[in-house]
């Protein structure tokens, strides 16, 4: 079945540095990829969509600037957090698609757990 | 606009009971897509199952049994003789019809089995 990674699954960073986290697809082309945030005992709320070689599409509410995109082929999606604060602390979880498929199935990566300190 | 309700937060039972988790959605769309998926401790998300909004027919996997009512909107998730291992955080989601945009997800039930 279609495999994605993220990297790194854990990571804690001081508050005002940028930290990076990496989604795989690794058996299949993503041409869709998708970020979620999820916070403790919360749901998953989708923070931004992004086609391959194109810019990354927010949702409401989740600033660009902050969070980056970067979804430069078809097996490799970035997030960058910039200048990150205690309340950027969360699950993040990216998931791919394969378009071309026709089956619309988002495969999940199994999450970043990042904490600012 | 597209939401899903998951009126129980928690839930807890004994080890062997059955179990019925309820899912509600809200949607405008004539086709669309229904999902459950799995959360255990480690968080990554378990997909167990997707049906189409035209395919009413129950089905089950095993252990796992789901009940689709397009009358009342409803896509309800039956655990049969639970299992310590199926203590997670189970999510409800919905998706449009060509599932080109976001899946909705509910706010989860976390589901907790005492052996």
């Known amino acids: 079945g279609a495999v994605v990674s993220q990297h790194p699954s854990r990571v804690i960073c001081k508050s005002g540095t940028s930290v990076k986290i990496e989604c795989r697809s690794l058996?299949?082309?993503?041409?869709?990829m998708f970020w979620y945030r999820q916070f403790p005992k919360q749901s998953l709320m989708l923070m931004a969509t992004?086609?391959?070689?194109?810019?990354?599409?927010?949702e409401q509410g989740v600033e660009k600037d902050k969070f980056l995109i970067n979804h430069a082929s078809l097996t490799l999606s970035t997030l960058t957090v910039t200048s990150a604060h205690p309340e950027d602390s969360s699950f993040y979880i990216c998931?791919?698609?394969?378009?071309?498929?026709?089956?619309?199935?988002?495969?999940f990566g199994p999450g970043t757990r990042l904490t600012v300190t | 606009a597209q939401k899903v309700t998951q009126a129980q937060t928690e839930i807890s039972v004994v080890e062997k009971e059955d179990v019925t988790l309820d899912c509600v959605y809200e949607?405008?769309?004539?086709?669309?897509?229904l999902f459950w998926y799995k959360q255990p401790p480690s968080g990554e998300l378990v997909f167990l199952i997707r049906?189409?909004?035209?395919?009413?027919q129950n089905e089950i996997s095993g252990r796992y049994s789901w009940n689709f009512q397009k009358s009342t909107s409803s896509f309800n998730f039956t655990i049969t003789a639970s299992q310590v291992v199926d203590s997670a955080v189970y999510f409800c989601?919905?998706?449009?019809?060509?599932?080109?945009?976001?899946?909705?997800f509910g706010t989860g039930t976390r589901l907790t089995v005492i052996p």
């Open positions: 992004s086609n391959e070689g194109s810019k990354a599409t927010y």
């Open positions: 058996d299949f082309q993503a041409t869709t």
């Open positions: 949607t405008r769309d004539t086709t669309y897509y």
């Open positions: 998931s791919a698609r394969d378009d071309n498929l026709g089956d619309y199935e988002q495969y």
């Open positions: 989601a919905l998706s449009d019809q060509t599932g080109a945009n976001n899946l909705f």
């Open positions: 049906r189409n909004s035209f395919d009413e």
